[in-house]
C-alpha cells in the first residue's frame, strides 16, 4: 500500500528556515519523481518543487525559486524541501504528491505556519 508521510513542519518566524521531509512506502521510490504542492486556506492547491527519480532534475514555481531546495535520499526513501527566507505567505499545508501510472498519491500534509 502506497503511503506518503510528511513531517517538519511548524511555526517559524519570517526570514526563518523549516526543512520538510516525506517519507515513502508501499512503491519503488527510486523509479518515481516526487513533488511539492501547497495549499493556504481558502487557495487552490499549488506546485512547489519537483525532483526527478534519480535526484538529476529539479523544478521550482517562480515564487520559490532562490528560497526553495528539493532533493531526495533514494536509500532512505524520502524526500526533502528546505525552505529558506520564509515568508507569511509561505503559510500553507504541504503536501508531498506522486504518480504511479495514471494514479496520483497524496500525504496528509504537514503545517507551516510563517508568523511573528
Known amino acids: 500500500q502506497v503511503h506518503l508521510g510528511e513531517s517538519g513542519g511548524g511555526l517559524v518566524q519570517p526570514g526563518g528556515s523549516l526543512r520538510l521531509s516525506c517519507a515513502a512506502s508501499?512503491?519503488?521510490?527510486?523509479?518515481?519523481?516526487m513533488r511539492w504542492f501547497r495549499q493556504a486556506p481558502g487557495n487552490e492547491r499549488e506546485f512547489v518543487a519537483s525532483?526527478?527519480?534519480?535526484?538529476?532534475?529539479?523544478n521550482y514555481a517562480d515564487s520559490m525559486k532562490g528560497r526553495f531546495t528539493i532533493s531526495r535520499d533514494n536509500a532512505k526513501n524520502t524526500v526533502y524541501l528546505q525552505m529558506n527566507s520564509l515568508k507569511p505567505e509561505d503559510t500553507a499545508l504541504y503536501y508531498c504528491?506522486?504518480?504511479?501510472?495514471?494514479?496520483?498519491?497524496w500525504g496528509r500534509g504537514t503545517q507551516v505556519i510563517v508568523s511573528s
Open positions: 504528491h506522486t504518480f504511479l501510472g495514471r494514479d496520483d498519491f
Open positions: 508501499g512503491f519503488v521510490f527510486s523509479n518515481h519523481a
Open positions: 525532483i526527478s527519480n534519480s535526484g538529476d532534475s529539479t
